[in-house]
Nanobody, 125 residues
Framework: RVQLVESGGSSVQAGESLILTCTVS????????MGWFRQAPGKEREGVAL????????YSPESVKGRFTLSRDNLKNTLFLQMNSLKPEDTAIYYC??????????????????WGQGTQVTVSS
């Protein structure tokens, strides 16, 4: 079965950087969508860095543009989220997510079929 395992979450000071890693196993990524979501206490889960398999579609909200970068190691089936200039409002549980084959990708969490267990990122001022 498909498994996504995140790592790299930590407690950091504002302005510092982190790299989150997601290792995906037993997954057919043909025509799929994948990336990272986050969920802060009392808030809905939001996409922060998403892409399709062919990298022809990418999404990130204005709140993280220029600071967060999504990349992928195809050979190792691993996703990375480079987070720079972290802010206290970036504090959340970060989840790796992937979908089955889709004709198009969106930032809606409901469109993703497989999820990791989440990794906590805490940014203090």
């Amino acid at each position: 079965r498909v498994q996504l395992v995140e790592s790299g979450g930590s407690s950091v000071q504002a302005g510092e950087s982190l790299i989150l890693t997601c290792t995906v196993s037993d997954y057919d990524d043909t025509g799929a969508c994948m990336g990272w979501f986050r969920q802060a206490p009392g808030k809905e889960r939001e996409g922060v860095a998403l892409m399709n398999t062919g990298s022809t579609w990418k999404y990130s909200p204005e709140s993280v543009k220029g600071r967060f970068t999504l990349s992928r190691d195809n050979l190792k089936n691993t996703l990375f989220l480079q987070m720079n200039s972290l802010k206290p409002e970036d504090t959340a549980i970060y989840y790796c997510a992937a979908s089955v084959h889709r004709s198009f990708c969106t930032a809606a969490a409901s469109a993703y079929d497989f999820w990791g267990q989440g990794t906590q990122v805490t940014v203090s001022s």
